[in-house]
C-alpha cells in the first residue's frame, strides 16, 4: 500500500516506516520538523529511511494535507504537540496543533473521497486521566486528580473516596470511563471523538492506539517538555543529580518504541470491527526510581538521586496498560524488557548532542504555580 505517516520524521513515525518499507509499502511522510523537537532550522532527519517520501508541511494547513493524501491507502496520525506539562500553560498551541490538524486531515479524506484501507490514530494513556485502581473493601475505583493540599503534606498514593485506604493500582483497560486531566490529555480525547465520528458517519476503517510511555531511540533530546527518560539522560550526562517527583514512587508503563512500531504495522491489518480501540504498553507497572536506576545502569554512572519532595500538579500518581484487548485482536504482545529498552537508547544516545534543559521546565511550571514541594503551600 501507499501510507502516510504525519508526523513521520519523529521517532516513533520513523520506527514504523522502516518496518513498513520491510513490508513491502511505500511510504510518504507530512512533517512540519517542530523546533522544539527537532531544533532550529532543522532539516529531515538522517536516520529516515532512504526510500521515504518527504513531504515538509503543517498538517493544520488544507493545502499541504491535499498535497500528502494524493494517491494515499492508509494514514498513521502521528502529528501532534506531546508533554502533559506544557500543555497546562500552552493551551492554545496544543488545541490548534492537535485538535485543528486531526480535523484538517479527516476533512481533506472526507472532501477528497478517498477510499482508504485504514486509518490509523496515534492516541494516549492520558485520556484516562489517573490509572484504574483497587480498594480492598469497595472494589474498583477510578480516581480523580490528587488534591494539592495533599500532595504538600506528601500524601502521593491514590486514596480511596470513601474509606481514604490506599488505593493499589491494577491494570487500565480499554472500556473504563475517560477522565483527561490536561489540555494535551484532552486534545486527544478529541482527536479520539472525531476518527469515531468518521469512522461511523462515512465508513472510514478506524483503529485507536493509546501508547503509554514510549521511550526509545531517535526520541528528541532537545525537547525537555516531555519524556522522563530524555530529561533524565541530558541530567546524567551532565553530571547532575535526579530530582525524582513525588520520591520516585508514581508508576508508570514504559514501553520501549520497537514494541510500537510492531503494534503500529499490526493495526494496520487490524480486520475488527471499526473504530476499535487498543492499550500500546509493556503491561508493566514501575516506577520512576526503577528509570532512574536502570538508566543510570545502562549509563555506567554514578548517579546522586534526590528525594526533596518535589511534584508536579496535574500529574498523575499511576497508569499502566492492560493488554489483553491488544493481544488477543492485534496478536500483539511487546518483547523488549526495561534494561534492554534502556540500554539501546542509550547506544544512540551517546552518538547524539545532550541537552540539558531541566531547569528552564522547572522555571515556566513555577511560573503558572504547577510546581509543589511538600512542606509549602
Not at 33 to 39: F, K, T
Amino acid at each position: 500500500m501507499n501510507i502516510l505517516l504525519t508526523g513521520g520524521a519523529g521517532f516513533i513515525g520513523s520506527h514504523t516506516a522502516d518496518l513498513l518499507i520491510e513490508k513491502g509499502h511505500k511510504v510518504r511522510i507530512l512533517d512540519l520538523l517542530d523546533p522544539q523537537v527537532h531544533g532550529e532550522n532543522a532539516n529531515f532527519p538522517d536516520y529516515l529511511h532512504p526510500d521515504i517520501e518527504k513531504i515538509y508541511g503543517d498538517v493544520c494547513q488544507m493545502q499541504d494535507v491535499d498535497k500528502a493524501l494524493k494517491g494515499i491507502d492508509a494514514v498513521y496520525h502521528f502529528a501532534a504537540l506531546t508533554g502533559v506539562g506544557q500543555s497546562m500553560y500552552d493551551m492554545r498551541n496544543y488545541v490548534h496543533t492537535n485538535c485543528i490538524g486531526t480535523v484538517t486531515l479527516l476533512e481533506s479524506i472526507v472532501k477528497k473521497k478517498i477510499k482508504l484501507k485504514h486509518f490509523i490514530l496515534a492516541s494516549s494513556r492520558a485520556v484516562y486521566g489517573e490509572g484504574t485502581h483497587s480498594c480492598s473493601e469497595h472494589g474498583t475505583i477510578y480516581p480523580s486528580l490528587r488534591l494539592r493540599e495533599d500532595l504538600g503534606k506528601g500524601v502521593f498514593h491514590q486514596l480511596c473516596p470513601r474509606c481514604k485506604k490506599i488505593l493499589l493500582p491494577v491494570p487500565t483497560m480499554e472500556e473504563r470511563p475517560l477522565n483527561p486531566l490536561s489540555v494535551y490529555a484532552e486534545t486527544k480525547k478529541h482527536q479520539e471523538d472525531y476518527c469515531r465520528y468518521v469512522a461511523n458517519t462515512f465508513g472510514i476503517p478506524v483503529t485507536i492506539l493509546r501508547y503509554f510511555n514510549v521511550y526509545g531511540s531517535r526520541q528528541s533530546l532537545k525537547n525537555p517538555y516531555t519524556g522522563v527518560v530524555s530529561i533524565f539522560y541530558n541530567r546524567i550526562m551532565a553530571n547532575q543529580a535526579l530530582s525524582l517527583y513525588e520520591q520516585g514512587k508514581p508508576g508508570r508503563d514504559f514501553v520501549h518504541v520497537n514494541d510500537v512500531a510492531k503494534a503500529n504495522v499490526l493495526a494496520l491489518e487490524n480486520n475488527t470491527d471499526s473504530p476499535s480501540t487498543f492499550n500500546v504498553g509493556s503491561g508493566n507497572n514501575v516506577t520512576i526510581k526503577d528509570v532512574a536506576n536502570a538508566l543510570a545502569k545502562a549509563c555506567h554512572k554514578r548517579v546522586e538521586m534526590l528525594n526533596l519532595g518535589e511534584f508536579r500538579q496535574g500529574d498523575i500518581f499511576s497508569c499502566f496498560a492492560d493488554l489483553r484487548q491488544a493481544n488477543q485482536k492485534l496478536k500483539y504482545s511487546p518483547t523488549v524488557s526495561l534494561e534492554q529498552g534502556m540500554q539501546e537508547f542509550v547506544q544512540w544516545a551517546v552518538t547524539q548532542e545532550s541537552f540539558d534543559g531541566y531547569e528552564k521546565t522547572v522555571n515556566e511550571l513555577e511560573k503558572y504555580g504547577l510546581f509543589g514541594r511538600t512542606g509549602k503551600s
